[in-house]
């Protein structure tokens, strides 16, 4: 098990409303990155922070955002959730470039 | 831009033989590549990476990977598959803004008894 923490495991949300999935990083670990992945596909990056800083974001339109907060844990956000917003969102922590270790994510199931 | 392929969906092997698979990448320069399992309802757990020092990469659980420049190829084998790799396997390659990890679609490993 790594140190990256993801809450919560599960939710149900209605489209057109908000939700908010939380991060807590690897002690040490000045980076998080967030991952969305649908059904029988490979994660995709939606975006990553460095020291509270976005410095890379991925092919997700704006509804898609994201904090980072001085302990390095950190929030993604998505607004007027769509059907195919549907996936497991994932975390991961590391140092900088170094080694990315994932949370187990958060099953966000849009009805 | 940097993409990696995995060329086949779903692998099915006895226990005790070799495991084979594989993936072919593309990159403009010389690349960072990774393999990441995914059992179910469990994150993701490196197995091994690749960069740029010795081409034959060790990983954990007795996996290995060999990076092809002239194949543009990185594929992952194990000698002799046990029960518990059965999961899904994804090679992935470092985005050339040095943040995204990119991954293929995935490999599902079937292990029978």
């Known amino acids: 098990e790594t140190g990256v923490t993801q809450s919560p495991t599960h939710l149900i949300k209605t489209r057109g409303q908000q939700v908010t999935l939380r991060c807590s990083s690897q002690?040490?670990?000045?980076?998080v990155s967030w991952y969305q992945q649908a059904l029988g596909q490979g994660p995709q990056f939606i975006f990553q922070?460095?020291?509270?800083?976005?410095?890379g974001r991925g092919n997700f339109p704006p509804r898609f955002s994201g904090l980072q907060f001085p302990n390095y844990s950190s929030e993604l956000n998505v607004n007027a959730l769509e059907l195919d917003d549907s996936a497991l969102y994932l975390c991961?922590?590391?140092?900088?470039?170094?080694?990315?270790?994932f949370g187990q994510g958060t099953r966000l199931t849009v009805v | 831009a940097q993409s990696v392929t995995q060329l086949d969906s779903h692998v099915s092997v006895s226990e005790g033989t070799p495991v084979l698979l594989r993936c072919n990448y593309s990159?403009?320069?010389?690349?960072?590549l990774f393999w990441y399992v995914q059992h179910p309802n469990k994150g993701l757990q490196l197995l091994l990476k690749?960069?740029?020092?010795?081409?034959l990469v060790k990983g954990i659980n007795g996996f290995e990977a060999e990076f092809k420049k002239s194949e543009t190829s990185f594929h992952l084998t194990k000698p002799s598959a046990h029960m518990s790799d059965a999961a899904e396997y994804f090679c992935?390659?470092?985005?050339?803004?040095?943040?995204?990890?990119?991954f293929g679609k995935g490999t599902t490993l079937s292990v029978s008894s």
């Open positions: 991961a922590s590391s140092r900088a470039e170094g080694e990315a270790f």
């Open positions: 002690s040490g670990h000045n980076t």
């Open positions: 922070y460095y020291r509270e800083e976005e410095n």
């Open positions: 990159s403009s320069y010389s690349p960072s």
């Open positions: 690749y960069t740029s020092a010795a081409t």
């Open positions: 992935v390659v470092r985005g050339q803004a040095g943040t995204a990890l990119i």
